[in-house]
Nanobody, 125 residues
Framework: QVQLVESGGGLVQTGGSLRLSCIASGGTFGYPVRGWLRQAPGKGREFVAAIKWLEGTTYYADSVKGRFTISRDSAKNVVYLQMNSLKPEDPARYFC??????????????????WGQGTQVTVSS
């Protein structure tokens, strides 16, 4: 049973940085895509970034390109999201997710099969 556990959220000022971590356990071989998605109050889950585990190919939402970086540590089975230049529109609950192979773009939020509990990111002005 795949389990995903996020950490690293918190309160940061506008323009600040945070690094989120997600450690995976329990047979993640069948989930070759790991992603970060977020959900703000009253909104649906939104794709933020993803990485194809074997190839290392990365994908980003337009809203975070140039500010956020997704990376992985294969030995530790951890995926990171480095968030720089945080903006007032970035606060949300950030979820780590994993996806089985699918003939759908990795940017589609509802194609992810496994989810963590999320970690809250708050940005103050």
């Amino acid at each position: 049973q795949v389990q995903l556990v996020e950490s690293g959220g918190g309160l940061v000022q506008t323009g600040g940085s945070l690094r989120l971590s997600c450690i995976a356990s329990g047979g993640t071989f069948g989930y070759p895509v790991r992603g970060w998605l977020r959900q703000a109050p009253g909104k649906g889950r939104e794709f933020v970034a993803a990485i194809k585990w074997l190839e290392g190919t990365t994908y980003y939402a337009d809203s975070v390109k140039g500010r956020f970086t997704i990376s992985r540590d294969s030995a530790k089975n951890v995926v990171y999201l480095q968030m720089n230049s945080l903006k007032p529109e970035d606060p949300a609950r950030y979820f780590c997710a994993a996806r089985q192979p699918a003939l759908v773009e990795v940017t589609v939020a509802n194609t992810y099969n496994k989810w963590g509990q999320g970690t809250q990111v708050t940005v103050s002005s």
